[in-house]
């Protein structure tokens, strides 16, 4: 089974990562959450829509949903300043 490699991992794309979280601060805990079950599905179809192994689209999605959360944090801590 040939190796798959992707030229692009979500967990990199910073800007984006960057404005979910700063999104998700407007939001109430249940709409953020929401919103972040929504971004997430929207990955994982436009994945799979490129014919990705599954297990590597989970593995990127999963990435991508811990990245976003790690910025929500420090963003909190740090503040929007940062």
Request: net charge positive.
């Amino acid at each position: 089974m040939p190796a798959e490699i992707l030229a692009f991992p979500l967990a990199r794309r910073a800007g984006f990562i960057r404005n979910q979280a700063a999104r998700y601060l407007d939001l109430t805990p249940r709409g953020a959450e929401s919103n972040l079950d929504h971004q997430l599905g929207l990955q994982r179809q436009t994945l799979l829509r490129k014919e990705i192994d599954p297990v590597v689209v989970e593995r990127e999605v999963h990435a991508l949903e811990q990245a976003i959360r790690n910025e929500l944090v420090r963003v909190r801590f740090e503040g929007v300043g940062g």
